[in-house]
Every structure is written in C-alpha cells, then in structure tokens.
C-alpha cells in the first residue's frame, strides 16, 4: 500500500510501516491461485492450493458428533435455555467447562504423560493473539527473541508488528537435518549480545512448521537448560502437536521439564485448536504460563482476544467427551499418516526428496538439484515456474527464513483424495520432462539446444525485483489474507 | 525474579483499585432472590438483558442460523474452516444492514468498511495503534468509561487527556472545555492525535445534539485530528430526543472524511458481550486496510459470525427487536427514576444507555472525593448494592453514581428500590435536628484508600475473583 505524505503524518509509524509482513513478490502465488483456482470439474486445467496448511481430514467425525449432541449449541431446543447466560458471559477467565476440557485435550495430546492446570489456560484471538500477546508480556520494545529457522512466515507480524519486538534466527541447517544445535543457540545469543541487542527469549515450533517434525528430548533438554542458564524465557508453539502421524511421539516442553532442574517461570506453551482440531474460524488460542505473572497479565491482555462464549460452549463439551476425542486423534493421526506417505511415495517414485518427517500438515520438498544455481533468486524462479507452469501453489523456503535456497513447503491435508493424484500427476510431469529436457540438451550442439531451451524448462520471471528480506507470502500467514474474490469468499461446497 | 516486560509488570491494566471492595462485597455475598435475598445487588454490570426472551424465540425459529442443528451442520465445515479476515460478506452485510436501521435509516454503510476486532475492547485498542504513536494523546470528554484506561493506553503507550465537562450544564462537551483540554495537552508537550467521544454517552446516559456534533466535527477539522465515535449504545436510545451519528453529521458538514472513525459492538445494542463482536468503522481507507490486518488479532469466530449474519439478515426480526428493546429499557428507565424521585434521589435526565447518572452530591457530608468513597462503601455495605462512583469514571465533581438498570428481573430491580427507599428514610430522619438519631445509620464507616480510580466491576469484560457467579450460575 503506498502511503502519501499526509498518511504518514496522520497515522500512526506501527500504521504506515511494512511489518504486518504483506508487502511482498509472493503475491503472484496468490493471484495465481486466486485468478485460476483448481476444480475437479469446472476448472481441471486450475492452480491447486498447497500453501494453506489446513487439517479438514475429519469432518465427518465432528459432524456426527455435533448431530449426535445438540445439547452442545446454545441454540437448538436441547441447548437454548443456556443462550441467555453464555450470551452474556464475559468474563476473562473464560468457562470453566471450556478451561478443563482445553487443559484435558492438552495434557492427552502429550500422551498423558503431563497434566494441565485449567487455572493456567488463558485464552486469546488464535495462536496469532497468544504469541502476539506472550511477546507483550516478556518483552519490550526493542528487545528480542532468537527464532530457529525455518520458522512460520507469521512470526515476523505475530511477534513484531505492535510489540516493536526483533527477531533473531538462529539458523539451521539441512546437513544435520535441520537440528536445534545448542552451538547455533549459543552463536546467535553471543552474536545479538555483541550488537548490544537484548534476547529476551527463544521461541520454537514443536512439531515444527514448515519441516513437521518434531523436536527429541535432547533437543528440548537443551533448549530448557540454555534458556536457564541464560535467564531468558522460553515459548514453545506447539499448535501442531495433535498432528503427529508416526514416531517418535510428541514430546512437550512440559514433559520435558518435569524432570529438569530449570526456572519454571521461563517456560510458556502456546496451543490452538486451529491446526489439531481444524477449527481455525473458531479463533481458539490458548496461553499457558508456569509463570503466575504471565499468566496473570496474559489473563488480563485476553479482553482484546477472548474466545466467543458460544464457542467456548461448543467446544467445552465436544472436548469433554472422553471417546469423542480418542476416537479423534487415532483417526486424525492415521488419515494425516496416510496421505503423507502417498505424497512420500509418489515424490521417490520422480527422484523429489523430502525431510523425514511424522507431523504437521505439510512436508518440506527438496528441489536443490532442480535450481539453476543454488541462490535465493534461483528459487524464486523455479516457484514461478511451479506456479505458472506446474500449477501447484506451493510455499518457498525464503519465506520461512530458510538459509539454504530450494526447500519448499507443501501442504497435503487440505484437497481431497482425488486432488491429491492431480497435484502428483503434474509434479511427475514436471521432473521427468526436465529430465528429458536436459538429456537432449546434452546430446545436441548448442544451436539447437537454443531451440529446446526456448521451451519448457525456460524460467520465465516477470520481474527482477530484488529480494526482500521479509518476504511473506499472505496465504501463509493465519489468519490469510487473500485478495477480495478469494475462493475462500465465494466457496459454498 | 524473571524479566518480564514493563507492560506486565506496571498497573495499566487498570485493575489495582481500592474498588476491589464493591466487587468483593458483591462476590462473597451475591444477591439471589432464594438462596441469598440480603446479598449485594449488583447494578455496576452495563448488560441489556431485557430482551432475551424475544431473541430466544427467534433462534428457536430459525435452526439454520445454528452450525450445530440438523438445518445448518451441513455448514459446519467450510465455516470453521473460514479464517478470512475480511470476515463473512453475509456478516458485514448484516451488521451494515443493523448500523443503518439503528441510525433509522437515515444513513448507509458499506460492507466492505466493516472490520472485525475482540469485542469493542479490542476495536478501541486497534484504532489507538492506527492512529498514534506511544507519547502521542487523545482527547476525552469526562466523566468518561473507565475502560478507556486500558483499551487506549496500555499496550499501545498512547495517553489520554480529560476534556473536563460539568454538572451546571448538564456536561455538556463545549468548544471551550475542548480548547482547553487542547492546550492542557500542548503544555505537557503531548501531541494530540485524536478525539473520542462516546455517543451516547456512557456513563452518563444521554446523546449529543446536532449543534454539540457540529461543533466538535469542525473542532477537529479546523486542528487536523481524529474523530473517533463510540457508538456502542447506540440502539439504546430509548425515547426522543432522537440519536445523531457521526456518520450523519459529516454528511452535513464540510470536513476531511479520513479522520472520523466509528467504533461499534453488539454488547450493548443487543446483549451479547460474551459473542465478542467488535466492529471498526473507518472513512479512511489506509486505517480500514491497516485495521483490517491487525483483526487477525482478535477476530470473530466463524461460529459466531454465521449466527449474527442470519440473525441481523432478518429484516422482520430487527426492526421489531430495535422497538422491543426501546420499549423495554424505556419502561425499566422510568420506573426506576420514578421510584428513585420519589424518595428525592434525583438523576441526569437521560434517554440512552444501560444505566442512570445518580445525584447523591446532597448526601456527601462533603465536598470531597473522600467523602464520596465513604458514601459509597456504605451504599455496598449497608444498603448492600453494587453501583459505580463517579470518580471512577475521572467526574471532576464527587457525589454522582452510576447505577445500572438493565441487568436485572423486575423482582430484583423492586429490592433494588426498596433497600434505596428505607435507606433514603432513614437519612432523611437522620438530617432531621433530632439529638437521639444522630447515633443512627449516616455514621459513615472510614476506611479510607485514595488512589487510582478504577472499579473492577466497571470495566468490560471485566475480572471478577474466581467465584464469580458467572462462572457458577447456570439459571
């Protein structure tokens, strides 16, 4: 958005600066997308979606469960004689109902092994509200948190935007799997110190997003004793947690430091219901502090972001319900396993690798051997080209941070079965013409290579503007913001 | 002892208040017509609870606007997967839809201004980081809501100056008051950015008149700053003289659209604090963009927004609740400052809101805002009912109340009346020149705590200690 002169002087510097983090090249993807969305039917030829990382896999188990328990709406026959009180229900506290059953979800997530004080559930306008509001809570202005890279694209508004907080990524590299090293921790620490810049934290996603996977117990005993040692805090973002698929199991920072000796007011969780359940209109996210200031000022800060009574009811009592939720999870984790490895299968089948990976809605694609020179730039032309040419909106690794060029995140949960063998139909297109493309460049003399060149594998980029150092991508950042006719407008179906 | 931020550990959340003891009175005692019928009545609570009935019935009519019904389930997926932060067109249609009727038609709004945010809590605070750096200040009329303490200042490090209004014109806002508070600002070295008005008025329960919203249009015309509206009671307007929005006046008057700015919610106007549906109203299109954005903060849910969009779609269903709703808080009103005139306890004449400003100034045994506190823990302590001092709303002048009527049955609301008629006969006796009287009730109890004038009970969503019983009641 350009912002004349008298904006500037009439809003305000948080109004009229980039760091809600939409600004950027990445709107082709989007536009794309948006201009061409893929249909089954209707649109065959359409770009198909897979940077929204979405979790609609069991649907049909909530909607069987909500036909099976009216009494769990305010506004059946069954429920209506509690619209009054929950109509009218404000307080930050939030349903008690709502709070154990969250604390419940939680602790099960974690295979029982840590149970949850509903005391210490404080909610807030999703994950994007709750790190918003952990980081007002920990820091200030101009003070900062270390971030492992890659990290979600969010961060970058979530953590800074109207909190004038910094982000320092710790980076990680593919040679080690992408491993949380405490050298690389230690490097970033000494480094920030050095330029006089204030950590007053690390935040980690665990199970991470963009890699989906998860973080061993080593790593997290590491992480608790560095954040210790230093006497800074640790936030561990683990709305990814239910969406473990295979092992190793999902080890939280909760588990972790119940036999550690550590400083229990360093130690804050973020949670959603917006990835494990799929709920991510319902707009629940949860603060949970060891720390009784936090979760006292948290509780406070929440007036901005509550969760709607009548949601809070709804899901008070969907999550209450013991068999509801196991029957859940087991079927969530196996559905998610299944449609990964159909992805992990047909990828090997074309020579893509991907990181390992058991969690997350997503898996990280290495296309390294597909760039033409291992440069940012190179890889923002091969995603033009996969947008363009292949029709797959995928999500780069630039836009997480990614030190390495030529990784990319791929969405897998949010298309049905059928999508799925499109979107794999074209990435084998895809490689194998580029393969057949370079084996014939390498048979013929430069001349006629010009012509073969001229085609498919010719990176077209419509721009050579320069890379920018937040690049984000609008459709990776929850909530979205897609251009004014996005399907997510317009869908009915 | 562990860093944490400056905002966390300083007290701008507003709630370190000597006013913890009218929310505890009310909380370890809580008024039930059964169980407890000497308890304190809490009438510090701006709820409208009056039209519940009406509402209920149109919810049992129409199953569809339910994600949970056999009607509506089949929508239960795509809405829950719905995260846009452009909201539900069907949602920000309905509610443009509502502001118009309320406004009686007299102007439109566009859909596509709408902006979601957490309750009108989080409207204010995402409007105050649009438009104002930290340091930076904003205008407001007093007496004045106590929450603005909060949802202005406190993470966003913006401050607020009083425009000081008085009882002997009935506090009416003057281009006067207005330049001086102006230039009260300008000497402290702060840089006003805005003005926010709240119309009608909370606390005091009454509407600004078109010479009044003029006035105040070219005031912050002619100093180039903001006008901010907050317009959340605004189909509390229960009998003439008729509301006037900013959205009417600039039609009216010559000014630069991009500094009016209209704050909207359903807490007040329909009873629902709890569905946390704030709205952001801007005329200028880079705070509509930038808003936008930040409601990714504290967005509606989806849920929520379904089953407002249905409601507010239903034309039928509005127009008569908006009369049900008059009809209702007109009667409470009159009745109550009937009652309340009849025992010589006088209030500002008022014609909105969920509440009445009190005149207890005769009943001070001073001037002071000391002996207003007095006044009021023997209100919670004897007479036994929860209302809100003045001095929590920043009144420059001790001795009025805010008392609430809108939150109670008509049974409650009688014991409400009656507690304050045997405690006005009981003065009265008592300021007879009778020796032997002088031992009775006005001995007034002293514990006396001056600080920060902020009550718990006043602020929404408010922080009642854990026992609340809204956590606990379930009739």
């Not at chain 1, 980039?18 to 993807?29: Q, V, W």
């Not at chain 2, 008392?403 to 008509?410: H, I, Q, S, W, Y």
Request: some cysteine; charged content about 25%.
């Amino acid at each position: 958005m350009e912002f004349t002169r008298k904006n500037r002087q009439l809003l305000s510097r948080i109004a009229t600066n980039d760091r809600h983090g939409e600004n950027s090249p990445y709107f082709d993807g989007w536009k794309a997308y948006d201009s061409n969305p893929f249909h089954p039917i209707h649109n065959p030829d359409g770009v198909i979606q897979m940077g929204l990382a979405e979790n609609p896999l069991c649907f049909d188990l909530i909607e069987k469960w909500i036909r099976e328990n009216p009494d769990a709406s305010i506004c059946t026959a069954e429920g209506l004689d509690k619209f009054k009180d929950i109509a009218i229900y404000q307080d930050y506290h939030g349903l008690r109902e709502f709070r154990e059953a969250v604390a419940k979800l939680m602790g099960r997530v974690g295979g029982n092994r840590v149970t949850f004080d509903p005391n210490r559930i404080v909610m807030s306008g999703g994950a994007t509200g709750a790190n918003e509001t952990a980081i007002f809570c920990l820091a200030d202005p101009g003070d900062a948190f270390l971030v492992p890279s890659p990290y979600y694209a969010g961060f970058a508004r979530d953590l800074r935007w109207r909190t004038g907080v910094e982000i320092v990524p710790v980076h990680c590299k593919s040679s080690n799997n992408f491993r949380i090293t405490r050298a690389a921790l230690e490097e970033a620490y000494e480094k920030a110190q050095r330029s006089n810049i204030n950590i007053k934290g690390v935040i980690i996603t665990n199970p991470s997003n963009p890699l989906g996977t998860v973080l061993d117990k080593e790593t997290l005993r590491s992480l608790v004793s560095f954040v210790t040692d230093k006497k800074i805090h640790l936030v561990s973002d683990e709305i990814y947690a239910a969406t473990v698929f295979s092992s190793p199991r999902f080890i939280s920072v909760a588990e972790v430091m119940q036999d550690m000796d550590c400083n229990r007011d360093l130690i804050h969780i973020i949670y959603s219901l917006s990835k494990d359940m799929g709920f991510p209109g319902f707009r629940v996210g949860i603060v949970y502090s060891f720390n009784d200031d936090v979760t006292n000022c948290a509780r406070k800060m929440s007036s901005f972001g509550l969760v709607s009574s009548q949601t809070q009811f709804l899901l008070a009592s969907m999550l209450s319900d013991d068999e509801f939720v196991g029957n859940f999870l087991r079927e969530s984790s196996k559905r998610l396993a299944k449609r990964r490895h159909v992805f992990t299968k047909g990828l090997e089948e074309v020579g893509i690798s991907t990181i390992k990976s058991n969690a997350g809605l997503f898996f990280w694609m290495d296309m390294r051997p597909l760039l033409k020179e291992q440069t940012t730039k190179a890889e923002t032309e091969l995603w033009r080209v996969i947008i363009n040419k292949v029709k797959l909106n995928v999500s780069p690794g630039s836009s997480f941070h990614c030190s390495e060029p030529g990784w990319f995140r791929v969405c897998f949960a949010n298309m049905d079965d059928k999508t799925v063998e499109v979107a794999l139909d074209r990435i084998r297109e895809f490689v194998l013409q580029g393969k057949e493309e370079n084996n014939h460049e390498a048979d013929k003399s430069q001349g006629r290579a010009q012509r073969w060149r001229k085609q498919n594998l010719r990176l077209s980029f419509s721009s050579s503007r320069l890379y920018d150092e937040s690049l984000m991508s609008p459709h990776m950042i929850s909530p979205h913001s897609p251009i004014p006719h996005s399907p997510l407008v317009r869908a009915r179906t | 002892m562990v860093a944490i931020s400056k905002i966390a550990t300083g007290n701008g959340h507003g709630e370190d208040s000597p006013y913890f003891d009218g929310w505890k009175a009310y909380e370890t005692n809580p008024f039930h017509p059964i169980d407890r019928p000497d308890g304190v009545i809490q009438m510090g609570l701006a709820e409208n609870q009056l039209c519940f009935n009406f509402i209920k019935k149109w919810v049992m009519e129409h199953p569809e606007a339910s994600l949970c019904s056999a009607e509506g389930v089949n929508k239960f997926k795509e809405t829950a997967l719905f995260q846009d932060y452009h909201g539900m067109p069907e949602f920000r249609e309905a509610v443009a839809k509502f502001m118009g009727k309320v406004r009686g038609g007299r102007v439109k709004f566009d859909p596509d201004r709408i902006v979601m945010s957490g309750g009108a809590t989080g409207a204010h605070e995402m409007v105050a980081f649009c438009l104002a750096d930290p340091g930076e200040a904003f205008l407001v009329p007093s007496p004045y809501y106590p929450g603005f303490d909060r949802d202005l200042r406190w993470r966003t490090g913006v401050e607020l100056v009083p425009v000081v209004c008085e009882s002997s014109n009935n506090f009416k806002i003057t281009r006067a008051a207005l330049e001086a508070a102006y230039e009260k600002a300008k000497e402290a070295n702060l840089r006003v950015k805005g003005l926010l008005i709240t119309n009608p008025s909370n606390p005091l329960g009454t509407i600004l008149d078109r010479d009044t919203l003029k006035g105040i249009v070219k005031f912050i015309n002619e100093k180039n700053i903001h006008l901010i509206g907050d317009e959340i009671y605004a189909a509390t307007v229960f009998m003439e003289p008729e509301f006037v929005s900013i959205s009417e006046i600039i039609e009216e008057v010559e000014c630069n659209r991009d500094l009016i700015h209209i704050v909207y919610s359903l807490s007040k106007d329909m009873g629902f604090p709890g569905f946390r549906v704030g709205i952001v109203y801007s005329y200028n299109d880079a705070v509509v963009s930038c808003a936008r954005k930040m409601s990714s903060f504290g967005l509606v849910s989806s849920q929520t927004q379904h089953l407002i969009a249905t409601m507010l779609s239903d034309d039928d269903f509005v127009d008569s609740f908006i009369v049900e709703s008059k009809e209702q808080l007109f009667k409470r009103h009159e009745y109550f400052t009937l009652s309340l005139s009849q025992v010589g306890i006088g209030s500002l004449k008022s014609n909105a809101g969920l509440f009445i400003w009190m005149d207890l100034r005769k009943l001070l045994k001073e001037k002071t805002f000391d002996a207003e506190m007095d006044l009021w823990r023997v209100i919670i302590n004897e007479v036994k009912l929860n209302v809100s001092p003045g001095s929590s709303f920043h009144c420059d002048e001790p001795g009025w109340f805010r008392v609430c009527f809108a939150n109670m049955d008509e049974n409650t609301m009688e014991v409400a009346l009656l507690r304050i008629t045997t405690f006005m006969h009981k003065h009265n006796e008592a300021m007879a020149p009778r020796k032997l009287c002088r031992r009775a009730s006005l001995k007034l109890s002293l514990s006396r705590r001056r600080d920060d004038f902020m009550s718990q009970n006043m602020m929404s969503p408010h922080s009642p200690i854990p026992q609340s019983p809204l956590v606990r009641a379930r009739t």
